[in-house]
């Protein structure tokens, strides 16, 4: 990039703020999606809102593409950055602005960690439920870009139920105020809305006002062991049609539990074809009668086993079995490939069975757990993306899983977002009157198309 306009960023955000080095650029080329990199034509890291704002103006008077990151956790290429475009680091907003236990609510800037988020909440006796699986390193503002989930979503909702308002920088560098600190609100058109899921293709967040909650007086964890997927899928389906909402209501198929078990040995059975791993909280009292009723579903629906968690450190293992899925099964291959292909509840046994036959029939190393409770699966190829052939069969299992997925009435990413990764499907969810819906609105919000160019809509 030519040294004048690398000054004028300089000028903005301070010396040490701007990193032009190929080392510094390749550090940001990728994400956590198996796509290819793409070199960014510079670094820059605002420290603060004011900065943040006269960046994104000046990427729009120079007409530079921008991708804003957070950690770069994302899973679907959302920040792979424009050739020739400009990456803007946001782990320098990461302040904490205000937890007000008594409205609860509270008020952060886009760069600050969900974990670290979730514990200070928790230490003012709250609760903030969205726990994706990326939250030690993930970031709120990355979150509400990708409307993120967790294992909570099935009672507690997703990053949007969250979401009260945000204040985000426009491409003229205005200041964009939305929604607000009330619980109610309905001044004006929805922007806040409107921002979360963007995926940083429409506004630059600058301030995040985040819904808390109470937390749970108690809580219940246990894991069932079934002979089938279909008796485990059926299963949760009885646990719904009980009206009983769990906290997290988790699958894993055999491979999964296998890998699992030979990374951690924590002692999941090795020999059950499906295990559900599931949380009831609430008073006390619910929560004793609705574990007591899980268990009776799950004994009537053919569970072989059942062990309910007697401590903390006992409900610990049961959730360290899940978080430990995607790491091992990663471990397996050089490359692994996560999906988030999503159907409506009752449409779980048919998409498990579609998977299976997909696996089959592209001879491929299929591993699925997931969200079973919100329809979201998470059928994992474990591949080697060296090896043409094999990644030839991966790209068509891929297509064949997402058309699998939108024939069940579903959609094509319950919590990783679009991205680059999925652009080419999304007229498949919509249609060609949507998409050119959204591109009009974008060229409005984004004359030059600046703001993350190729996310979302091509
Ligand atoms: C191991 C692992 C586990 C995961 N588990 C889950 C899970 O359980 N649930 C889930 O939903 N996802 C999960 N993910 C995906 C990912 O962590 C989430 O999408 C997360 O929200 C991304 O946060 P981030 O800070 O890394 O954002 P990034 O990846 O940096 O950015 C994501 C998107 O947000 C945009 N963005 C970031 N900051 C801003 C801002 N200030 N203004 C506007 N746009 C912005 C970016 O441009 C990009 O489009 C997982 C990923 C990994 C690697």
């Known amino acids: 990039m030519n040294t004048s306009i690398i000054k004028e960023f300089?000028?903005?955000?301070?010396?040490?703020?701007?990193?032009?080095?190929?080392?510094?650029?390749?550090?940001?080329?990728?994400?956590?999606?198996?796509?290819?990199?793409?070199?960014?034509?510079?670094?820059?890291?605002?420290?603060?809102?004011?900065?943040?704002?006269?960046?994104?103006?000046?990427c729009n008077d120079h007409g530079l593409p921008l991708t804003v990151r957070g950690a770069g956790t994302?899973?679907?290429?959302?920040?792979?950055?424009?050739?020739?475009?400009?990456?803007?680091?946001?782990?320098?907003?990461?302040?904490?602005?205000?937890?007000?236990?008594?409205?609860?609510?509270?008020?952060?800037?886009?760069?600050?960690?969900?974990?670290?988020?979730?514990?200070?909440?928790?230490?003012?006796?709250?609760?903030?439920?969205?726990?994706?699986?990326?939250?030690?390193?993930?970031?709120?503002?990355?979150?509400?870009?990708?409307?993120?989930?967790?294992?909570?979503?099935?009672?507690?909702?997703?990053?949007?139920?969250?979401?009260?308002?945000?204040?985000?920088?426009?491409?003229?560098?205005?200041?964009?105020?939305?929604?607000?600190?009330?619980?109610?609100c309905v001044s004006g058109y929805n922007l806040t809305g409107l921002m979360v899921a963007s995926e940083g293709t429409l506004g630059v967040f600058d301030k995040i006002i985040l819904k808390i909650i109470p937390p749970p007086k108690a809580s219940r964890s246990m894991m069932a062991m079934f002979n089938s997927m279909q008796a485990a899928s059926e299963t949760v389906a009885a646990i719904i049609a009980a009206k009983i909402v769990p906290a997290t209501l988790e699958i894993m198929d055999n491979f999964t539990i296998r890998t699992v078990e030979n990374?951690?040995?924590?002692?999941?059975?090795?020999?059950?074809?499906?295990?559900?791993?599931?949380?009831?909280?609430?008073?006390?009292?619910?929560?004793?009668?609705?574990?007591?009723?899980?268990?009776?579903?799950?004994?009537?629906?053919?569970?072989?086993?059942?062990?309910?968690?007697?401590?903390?450190?006992?409900?610990?293992?049961?959730?360290?079995?899940?978080?430990?899925?995607?790491?091992?099964?990663?471990?397996?291959?050089?490359?692994?490939?996560?999906?988030?292909?999503?159907?409506?509840?009752?449409?779980?046994?048919?998409?498990?069975?579609?998977?299976?036959?997909?696996?089959?029939?592209?001879?491929?190393?299929i591993g699925t757990f997931g969200h079973a409770g919100d329809g979201n699966l998470h059928p994992t190829i474990l591949t080697d993306r060296r090896d043409e052939k094999e990644w030839q069969r991966v790209e068509k299992a891929i297509d064949e899983i997402f058309n699998r997925a939108l024939e069940l009435g579903g959609t094509l990413s319950g919590e990783h977002g679009i991205g680059l990764a999925k652009a080419k499907y999304m007229v498949l969810e919509t249609n060609r009157g949507t998409l050119d819906y959204f591109r009009r609105m974008k060229s409005v919000l984004d004359p030059k198309g600046i703001l993350n160019p190729g996310k979302i809509i091509g």
Request: with cysteine.
């Open 74 to 184: 994302n899973l679907s290429g959302g920040t792979i950055p424009h050739p020739g475009g400009v990456v803007v680091l946001t782990n320098g907003l990461n302040r904490i602005l205000e937890i007000n236990a008594e409205d609860m609510y509270a008020v952060v800037e886009p760069g600050v960690v969900t974990a670290k988020f979730a514990a200070e909440v928790a230490a003012c006796g709250l609760f903030y439920p969205p726990d994706p699986g990326s939250q030690a390193v993930s970031t709120l503002g990355g979150n509400v870009a990708e409307n993120a989930g967790g294992l909570r979503g099935l009672k507690y909702g997703v990053t949007k139920d969250y979401v009260m308002g945000i204040d985000f920088w426009d491409v003229n560098g205005n200041l964009i105020k939305s929604g607000s600190r009330t619980v109610k």
């Open 263 to 365: 990374f951690r040995h924590a002692g999941l059975p090795k020999n059950a074809a499906a295990l559900l791993l599931i949380e009831v909280d609430g008073h006390p009292a619910q929560v004793a009668d609705e574990a007591e009723l899980v268990e009776q579903i799950c004994k009537q629906h053919g569970a072989t086993e059942l062990k309910v968690a007697r401590d903390a450190a006992e409900r610990d293992a049961v959730w360290q079995a899940r978080r430990d899925a995607l790491p091992a099964l990663a471990k397996l291959r050089p490359t692994c490939v996560l999906e988030d292909a999503t159907v409506p509840r009752s449409k779980i046994p048919a998409m498990i069975k579609a998977l299976d036959d997909i696996s089959k029939k592209y001879q491929l190393t």
């Open 10 to 58: 300089a000028a903005i955000v301070g010396d040490d703020n701007v990193m032009s080095s190929e080392t510094d650029r390749h550090v940001y080329s990728y994400d956590a999606a198996v796509l290819d990199s793409v070199m960014p034509a510079l670094v820059v890291r605002p420290e603060n809102s004011e900065a943040l704002g006269k960046t994104v103006k000046l």
